[in-house]
T-cell receptor, first 113, second 119 residues
């Protein structure tokens, strides 16, 4: 069974631009969560989508948004990029119950210059 | 709110020795799950082991076991017979069940322990 895939793997953007990251979950998984990892803040939860609905949201500004499609694929968008948005963005998929394990993709490394 | 504390920023261990990575947690949820993940230098988070708060037995997965002490709010990961390929960052994480009515946020992670296995 294929794992979680994320595209692109690497991205370089300029301050003020916007970016869209994509995540395809494991087949059969209906929940997709997004996390941001930085050296200073560690791993932080961004949001979770289940059956095309945002189920939970972390403490991030409105510049961070996401959506989920009917095939469970998810995208996250960051508008008006700031230098501090440089991070590894990890996507995780699961069957959907909160206490089920989440399986992570390889991540997208975003650099904002 | 949930909090995970990993007090060992880095550890050096000789190959074939057992290693214990510490994790303590704090939560007001009655039902919750504890997770351990491994992150090699490539960046991908690899799921290792899960322990539910109502599980009476400690979880085991191959060379990994979770030493769960609920009263002490600790969930230490034990790796038996360490191998060179075990060198990586290790993260302890938790999540509430959401049954208390507050909803289940995403995983809350600790800062991690950088484990280096020496030959």
């Amino acid at each position: 069974k294929a794992g979680v895939t994320q595209t692109p793997r690497y991205l370089i953007k300029t301050r003020g631009q916007q970016v869209t990251l994509s995540c395809s979950p494991i087949s059969g998984h209906r929940s997709v969560s997004w996390y941001q990892q930085t050296p200073g803040q560690g791993l932080q939860f961004l949001f979770e989508y289940f059956s095309e609905t945002q189920r939970n949201k972390g403490n991030f500004p409105g510049r961070f948004s996401g959506r989920q499609f009917s095939n469970s694929r998810s995208e996250m968008n960051v508008s008006t990029l700031e230098l501090g948005d440089s991070a590894l963005y990890l996507c995780a998929s699961s069957f959907g119950q909160p206490l089920y394990e989440q399986y992570f993709g390889p991540g997208t490394r975003l650099t904002v210059t | 709110a949930q909090k995970i504390t990993q007090t060992q920023p880095g550890m050096f261990v000789q190959e074939k020795e057992a290693v214990t990575l510490d994790c303590t947690y704090d939560t007001s949820d009655q039902s919750y799950g504890l997770f351990w993940y491994k992150q090699p230098s490539s960046g991908e988070m690899i799921f290792l082991i899960y322990q539910g708060s109502y599980d009476e037995q400690n979880a085991t997965e191959g060379r990994y076991s979770l030493n769960f002490q609920k009263a002490r709010k600790s969930a230490n990961l034990v790796i038996s017979a360490s191998q060179l390929g075990d060198s990586a960052m290790y993260f302890c994480a938790m999540r509430g069940s959401g049954y208390s009515g507050g909803g289940a946020d995403g995983l809350t992670f600790g800062k991690g322990t950088h484990l280096i296995i020496q030959p």
